[in-house]
Every structure is written in structure tokens, then in C-alpha cells.
């Protein structure tokens, strides 16, 4: 299986400020349609993951600007470039490129 | 808007069994692999199976293989899970989830608890 590892597994932040979180795999991710499957989600306690990146680099409706996905290959990193308070809780990113699609352990974030 | 729900969740014994549902809406659901999704505290969020649209391509991680089957039916708009001989790691928050490998939209979750 794709071993999916995140760093780091927690992040303790001041609002306002920058975050970034590294997600890297044991196989590269481009799958036979040309597409990478890394995918980055939240989840808030008590609440289901809800996807904010899509493929690498996609976000999705609705989600911040502030959220930023890049990488390629094997090394990817989702970056918030202003923390706020909405945005505690857990980041996980997933592959959906090999199967078993694999989620990293997720990091845990909270404002400082 | 989208919206997926789950029901069937429930205490069971070991080597019991479950069937969950999740009920879709909201999207055009023949267009679409269904998925389950399991989340433990212990060894976080696992993909435990999906189906093709028709029905007719599924796949299961290989802790579920053999003990697990994943169907829907596109007239109800539902996707199920017949858990068979549950085990105390099948333990989990079940998430019913689309599309495959991405994973947009989530419902609630349903939680299966296995102990003796």
C-alpha cells in the first residue's frame, strides 16, 4: 500500500499567521489519466471530512482563498496563508491514484 | 444540494453482522462510484470498498475483503454495506462518500460498534 505521511501532526498557531502542512508518499502519484490524485480535507470535531483541495491543486467551492495546495511526484504541501480561528480542527491529505487509496495520519491544528 | 445519509449503525458482537445504507440526493447518482469510508481513533480513516456505477466493478481494502459486500440500487438512489463476521477492529464511524478517489461529498457517518 502507498504509505501517505504528514508533518507535522500538530500545529499550534497565532491567528493571522501562515501554516503549512507536508504530505509525502511512497509512490508517485500520477495516475494512466494523467491526473495526480492528492486530495486535502478538514474536519472539524464531531463533523464529517469535508474536501478543501482536490487533485494537487484544486480548490474546491466554497473554500478560502487563504487554502493553497501545490507539489508533484511524491511531495505535496497544503499552505494557509492567514490562520483563522474557523480553521481548527484536522488536516488530512489522501491519495486516490493507487489502490488502497491512503490517508496520511492527519495534523491536528489549534490556535496559539 | 448533495446529501448522503446513513443509517444502520448499531452495537453487534463479534462475528455479527450489520448492513448499512446511505441514502443519496441531491446529484445524478447513476453518474457515480459510491464508496464506503470507516474513521477509528486508533488507525484513522481507511477506504474500505467501492462500485461502480452498474454495480458491476467493486474493490475492498484487503482488511474487509472476503467479509464485506459493497451493492446499490439506483432506483432507491442507495448504496449499502453487508458487514459479515464483524470483528472488535471493524469498530468505526462509517462514512458513505463520492466520487471515487476524490471523495467531494460526505455524509454524517454511522457508527458500528464491536464488543463482546
Known amino acids: 500500500d502507498v504509505v501517505v505521511t504528514q508533518s507535522p501532526l500538530s500545529l499550534s498557531v497565532t491567528l493571522g499567521q501562515p501554516a503549512s502542512i507536508s504530505c509525502r508518499t511512497t509512490?508517485?502519484?500520477?495516475?494512466?489519466?494523467?491526473?495526480?490524485?492528492l486530495n486535502w480535507f478538514h474536519q472539524r470535531p464531531g463533523q464529517s471530512p469535508r474536501r478543501l483541495i482536490y487533485?494537487?491543486?484544486n480548490r474546491d467551492s466554497g473554500v478560502p482563498y487563504r487554502f493553497s495546495g501545490s507539489g508533484s511526484g511524491t511531495d505535496f504541501t497544503l499552505e494557509i496563508s492567514r490562520v483563522e480561528a474557523e480553521d481548527v480542527g484536522i488536516f488530512y491529505c489522501?491519495?486516490?491514484?493507487?489502490?488502497?487509496?491512503?490517508f496520511g495520519q492527519g495534523t491536528k491544528v489549534e490556535i496559539k | 444540494q448533495v446529501q448522503l445519509v446513513e443509517s444502520g449503525g448499531d452495537l453487534v458482537e463479534p462475528g455479527g453482522s450489520l448492513r448499512l445504507s446511505c441514502a443519496a440526493s441531491?446529484?445524478?447518482?447513476?453518474?457515480?462510484?459510491m464508496n464506503w469510508i470507516r474513521q477509528t481513533p486508533g488507525r484513522g480513516l481507511e477506504w474500505v470498498a467501492y462500485i461502480s456505477q452498474s454495480g458491476h466493478v467493486v474493490n475492498y481494502a484487503d482488511s474487509v475483503r472476503g467479509r464485506f459486500t459493497i451493492s446499490r440500487d439506483n432506483v432507491k438512489r442507495s448504496v449499502y454495506l453487508q458487514m459479515n463476521g464483524l470483528r472488535v477492529d471493524d469498530t468505526a464511524v462509517y462514512y458513505c462518500?463520492?466520487?471515487?478517489?476524490?471523495?467531494?461529498?460526505w455524509g454524517q457517518g454511522t457508527v458500528v460498534i464491536v464488543s463482546p
Open positions: 462518500a463520492f466520487p471515487a478517489r476524490l471523495a467531494q461529498s
Open positions: 487533485k494537487v491543486s
Open positions: 441531491g446529484f445524478i447518482f447513476t453518474d457515480y462510484y
Open positions: 489522501m491519495q486516490g491514484t493507487h489502490w488502497p487509496w491512503t
Open positions: 509512490e508517485g502519484l500520477v495516475y494512466s489519466d494523467g491526473s495526480t490524485y
